[in-house]
């Protein structure tokens, strides 16, 4: 018992590169306690043999050649062939290898796509309701700084005419240019304050972003 839940790591082999071999492959690259050292089929483009080329994983067509070449701690046959179920049996025969028939490989790969499937149902919806709010807080603020920025605009042309009528009448409009000075100091005090805003809503929208690529990963 404590060589599977302690530190051991223990070897996997898989032969069949399907839809079973994929799983399977996906199963245990992600484990702590486990390292696929190959994946063998015939053809060198099933699925789990191009997924293991992108993972590094050795590949072979030959099982005879990937168990004499990579040997490993449990070998799962997932071809369902019983052909090569024989040939498996009879070339690990004798090693420390553990076969795994490919009826209970595929009880593996069944019961990890059931955890998935509660996976994706216990996130999606959380997630999709948070990225709906983000939405529509992204709205909501996106119209108030238009409305701001409008505001503003108005004032600032306000103090701009008010800076050309004081020039006019020179020492008497003293009064008016020091407001004019005023109001275009807190339009720009307010402009940087939409510019923060805005900065925060670029951040929002890169969650969304994330959101929306993690909802893809489950699905």
């Known amino acids: 018992m404590s060589d599977w839940y302690g530190t051991k790591n223990h070897s996997i082999g898989i032969v069949g ?13 992600a484990s702590r306690i486990a390292t696929v ?12 043999m191009e997924a293991a080329k ?32 024989s040939e498996l049996g009879r070339l690990v025969a004798g090693t420390s290898a553990h076969v795994v028939s490919h ?10 796509d059931e955890n998935m499937e509660r996976l994706r149902t216990s996130l999606t919806a959380p997630l999709k309701k948070i990225k709906d709010e983000i939405g529509t807080s992204l ?9 701001i920025n409008q505001i503003m605009s108005s004032i600032q042309m306000l103090a701009l005419n008010a800076s050309i009528e004081a020039a006019k009448v020179g020492v008497h409009g003293k009064g ?20 923060e805003i805005e900065n925060m809503n670029g951040n929002l929208t890169q969650v969304s972003d994330q959101i929306d690529s993690a909802l893809e990963h489950l699905n």
Do not use: W, Y
Request: with cysteine.
């Open 17 to 29: 590169g399907g839809r079973a071999g994929h799983g399977l492959l996906k199963f245990f690259h």
């Open 37 to 48: 050292s190959f994946v063998v089929d015939p053809n060198r483009e099933a699925p789990a």
């Open 54 to 85: 992108a993972e590094d994983i050795r590949t072979f067509t030959d099982l005879s050649e990937a168990l004499h070449r990579a040997p490993c701690d449990i070998v799962f046959e997932v071809t369902g062939n019983e052909e090569a179920s």
């Open 103 to 112: 009826h209970a490989a595929r009880v593996v790969v069944q019961v990890q």
């Open 139 to 147: 709205e909501g603020s996106r119209n108030i700084v238009s409305r």
């Open 176 to 195: 008016f240019m020091v407001v004019a000075d005023h109001m275009t100091k807190s339009v720009e005090s307010v402009r940087n304050l939409t510019r």
